[in-house]
């Protein structure tokens, strides 16, 4: 992703099974006081984004109405319990800000899970940050502190990720970023690795900023690298490597600052000098080292990345 502290997430996680001796447990009540009106559409945000945001959040009222009343609901999930299972694969691996804001509630309210006001604070500045209006307006009224949270494991990459299992399949998706990744100078295991942080390999993945595909790029770095079809895999990985490939060049081949711009924008780097303070793309430069293990990566001759340019325009 390309533009000044944005972050992505994508859709795509499993729901967990139903827990049979969960659902038979009594339902724990639940104050009007814990749950927020339903807002009107953010205007910083195009129509169909804000049906988007609404939608979600509307489904989440009704989640917990359905959790106090005992009644089913359209996630199959029978309990506090599964809800947090649920939210917190989804902020974890997908990064979805509607999950995080979901995982902060849980915490900051107590249901399914002990009351703790520092993680609340952090899920709530995470979705925060990916322009989630709900959970600024929860953030502002939480006690906790979000730099003292010590977030669930389920907020760590795991062995047996989705992203992890595709990553070491080489697969497809391997055999399209091995073709071209050398053109482009971009040592193939981080163009995989942003890959797998990204997107999850899912070529269809789409952000409320409306980041796509593979490598999630923005409209403006498809029309500053020259992609037409940001859902084509072969398309978006040409465009992925086009700007991590000016990234290297920029940032002299430190790993941290081209992730931490992939992420938040190179304009945000700089104005930081160095990793911008977001606990969102802080956990970004740590997901994808916790692929890609190098700390520099080697800056090729000018004469490679003017070939490189070449092929992006072509493309």
């Known amino acids: 992703m390309a533009d000044d502290e944005a972050v992505v997430s994508q ?5 967990p099974a139903i827990d049979e001796a969960a659902t038979s447990q009594p339902a724990k009540e639940i104050e009007v ?15 169909e984004q804000s049906k988007m945001q609404n939608d979600a959040y509307k489904q989440f009222i009704k989640l917990q109405i359905s959790l ?19 939210y917190c694969a989804l902020a974890g691996e997908a990064r979805d800000p509607d999950a995080q804001f979901a995982m902060g509630w849980l915490y900051s309210t107590g249901k399914g899970v002990e009351v703790n006001h520092d993680i609340a604070a952090r899920f709530f500045s ?13 953030l502002d009224k939480e006690p906790g502190n979000a730099e003292l949270a010590k977030l669930p494991a389920c907020m760590h990459t795991h062995e047996n990720s989705a992203a992890q299992v595709l990553y070491r399949k080489r697969g497809p998706v391997y055999q399209l970023v091995k073709k071209h990744a050398p053109k482009y100078g971009v040592d193939v295991d981080l ?6 942080v990204e997107s999850g390999f899912n070529p269809k993945a789409t952000s409320r900023k409306k980041a796509q595909g593979l490598m999630q790029l923005l ?24 700007y991590l490939r000016w990234l290297i060049g920029h940032f002299k081949g430190d790993v941290e600052l081209v992730t931490a711009a992939y992420n938040a924008g190179e304009n945000a780097v700089q ?4 990793i911008p303070p977001y606990p969102e793309t802080r956990d970004y430069v740590k997901r994808v080292a916790h692929y ?19 092929i992006s325009a072509a493309s």
Not at 11 to 15: H, L, Q, R
Not at 219 to 242: M, W
Not at 271 to 274: A, D, I, M, S, Y
């Open 68 to 86: 106090a009343s005992g009644t089913k609901n359209a996630l199959g999930l029978g309990s506090y319990e599964q809800a947090y299972t649920h």
């Open 11 to 15: 859709p795509g996680i499993s729901e």
């Open 191 to 196: 163009a995989m690795a942003v890959i797998a």
């Open 33 to 47: 006081a814990d749950m927020p009106a339903v807002i009107e559409p953010i205007t910083s945000y195009t129509r």
């Open 292 to 310: 890609y293990k190098k700390k520099h990566h080697e800056v090729r001759q000018k004469s490679a990345m003017r070939e490189s340019d070449a």
């Open 219 to 242: 409209p403006d770095t498809q029309a500053r690298f020259h992609v037409k079809d940001a859902y084509d895999p072969e398309q978006n990985i040409k465009g992925g490597l086009s």
């Open 271 to 274: 104005r930081h000098k160095g």
């Open 126 to 138: 995470l979705a925060a940050i990916q322009g989630h209006r709900e959970a600024r307006e929860w």
